[in-house]
T-cell receptor, first 107, second 111 residues
Framework: KNEVEQSPQNLTAQEGEFITINCSYSVGISALHWLQQHPGGGIVSLFMLSSGKKKHGRLIATINIQEKHSSLHITASHPRDSAVYICAVNRGTQFYFGTGTSLTVIP | NAGVTQTPKFQVLKTGQSMTLQCAQDMNHNSMYWYRQDPGMGLRLIYYSASEGTTDKGEVPNGYNVSRLNKREFSLRLESAAPSQTSVYFC??????????FGQGTRLTVV
């Protein structure tokens, strides 16, 4: 069983839609990370959370420590948001990764 | 630019050949990692180094060796490449309980 589970695995949205990607984890963590990977590209860190909520532009990340759950929201989605979004948690210096959510935003 | 630099970006090897993937970071991070990414699977840890001079096996170390040359550099060596090692490899670094920075990846094909 993977320590980090994401849903959905694949997501297609129309441009402008509000998008939510969910992440659940089963281990105690130091922090939770949301990462973005464009096709054929590298991995970029979007957020690191240990509690509450963070916002950066059209992206919002929330975490509920008690429920061991996090969500990544994208408001007013755009085709350039098309990418794989990866949830990861770290315990000390070790990271555990979800398998990613592949998002396609259609114009 | 600050960050993690990983070379090469692409490589094709024949079965049995050897190669070294290079990784360097200029953020003075203690912890460095090598991961492999395969379709349908999350990033899997090959080796990590918590500090200069120390290395530890991760989830999938077989067929690989690493060297933490100094605080900046962490290399991954394939002594005798096998088709099962066809993958995308990522180097990462972190200052500990902080954001992780990733290299651009190495797309390796073993034929």
């Amino acid at each position: 069983k993977n320590e980090v589970e994401q849903s959905p695995q694949n997501l297609t949205a129309q441009e402008g839609e509000f998008i939510t990607i969910n992440c659940s984890y089963s281990v105690g963590i130091s922090a939770l990370h949301w990462l973005q990977q464009h096709p054929g590209g590298g991995i970029v860190s979007l957020f690191m959370l240990s509690s509450g909520k963070k916002k950066h532009g059209r992206l919002i990340a929330t975490i509920n420590i008690q429920e061991k759950h996090s969500s990544l929201h994208i408001t007013a989605s755009h085709p350039r948001d098309s990418a794989v979004y990866i949830c990861a948690v770290n315990r000390g210096t070790q990271f555990y990764f979800g398998t990613g959510t592949s998002l396609t935003v259609i114009p | 630019n600050a960050g993690v630099t990983q070379t090469p970006k692409f490589q094709v090897l024949k079965t049995g050949q050897s190669m070294t993937l290079q990784c360097a970071q200029d953020m003075n991070h203690n912890s460095m990692y090598w991961y492999r990414q395969d379709p349908g699977m999350g990033l899997r840890l090959i080796y990590y180094s918590a500090s200069e001079g120390t290395t530890d096996k991760g989830e999938v170390p077989n067929g690989y060796n690493v060297s933490r040359l100094n605080k900046r550099e962490f290399s991954l060596r394939l002594e005798s490449a096998a088709p099962s090692q066809t993958s995308v490899y990522f180097c990462a670094s972190t200052a500990g309980y902080a954001e992780a920075f990733f290299g651009q990846g190495t797309r390796l094909t073993v034929v």
